[in-house]
């Protein structure tokens, strides 16, 4: 039953695609996001909806007649400069045969965010896609929460089944960290009542569950963004109040063996699986030293990297870390590109926020870059300890940061229009 629903739900709005291609985009995120697909136990579980979802979504862009146009900033000209370099290191991959299907994997991922920022034209799509994002990973944020408390957090809390990029334990409680900024967007910017109390459930729950995913690098990340929350938020008391007394009932009632895995944050020389992480990230600049410019391409986690180049080669692991995935990848050249979208995309949010100030109507616009902002710290401190570099969402909020600053441009654009037209109708009125 649910092959049937999920096939007739994705292909049934497939027309709908081509004719809006932002709804191929909505439906391009739910699918790479929460992966519905891998809920199903028989002919849909290996269905290649992706495809289908993006052949008619691209068909769209040439056929519909909505806008589409892509703004030319230094964001979005970084943010093509890392898949161009990316392709570059690809024909230097260590794995050959491994990379090249990653790299088709990770084009997909900076392709949509291009078209994301093509389509979306306004404060409703923007919030809709938003809306997308928050369900499709919070989901497993209300589902781990209530697996958490009814189990006393004795057990991990795991992601979508399957081959995803958030399916493990340690980066779908990251997933969550960043999703529960964009779910304090929708109540700051909800009018519904019932609306904002369920979205504040949610992310108790997903608090729940980023804790009962046992994840030491999500523990510091959520610290991180509940102390930057705090210095963002317009509410300053009432959220401090909140973590004061919520973050340490939380972790008072975690059991032991949860609190046991939490101090080996402290000594960590002695917990093998730090150790095998700190043997990669040494792969990974060892490697990096010696191919600077390219890295060793996707995939390069093989023995014979590690032979080659880890202080234990028998000891083979993925880097664990967005920053040394980057590093060794695709060298100091995409470690570097990699830095520089992050910063800019910070600088994007910031601006945007000063900007909103001008503007009552634009406050939407400062508390999205404010949520942003607190997602981008979570992404920045627990993908320090997890493979997500190439994860959408951190993409799709740089198109969000992209498309709200265009409509603030252009809506600041019409205001002087409009005032110098009303400026020159009494001298017209004077001359007739």
Known sequence: MRDIVITLVIFGLLPVAVWRPWVGVMLWAWVSLMAP?????????DMPFAAAIAGATLVGLFLTRDRVHIPVTPMTVLLLLLPVWMTVTLGFALEQEQAYPRWISVMKVFLFAFVTMAVLHDKKRIDWLIWVIVISVGYFGVKGGLFTIATGGGFKVYGPPGDTYISDNNAISVA????????????????????????????????AAVLGSQSRGAFLAIIAGCAFLLLKSGKKLLVGLVAIVALPVAIISMPNSWKDRMRTIETYESDASSMGRINAWKMAINLANDRPLVGGGFEMYSRNTFIR?????????AAHSIYFQMLGEHGYMGLGLFLLVLIFAWRTAAQLIQKSHERADWRWAAEMARAIQVSLVGFCVGGAFINIAYWDL???????????????????????AQAAAEAAEPHQSGMV
Request: net charge negative; aromatic share 12%.
């Open 37 to 45: 697909h891998r809920f199903a136990w028989g002919f849909a579980y």
């Open 176 to 207: 969550l960290v960043m999703v529960m900024p964009l779910m304090y967007y929708l109540v700051v910017t909800s009018t519904s009542r019932l609306v904002s109390i369920g979205l504040m459930l949610a992310m108790v729950l997903s608090g």
């Open 309 to 317: 180049y880890a202080p234990d080669p028998e000891d083979v692991h």
């Open 394 to 416: 951190e993409y799709y909020e740089i198109a969000l940061l992209v498309i709200a600053t265009r409509l603030l441009s252009e809506g600041a654009e019409q205001t002087v």
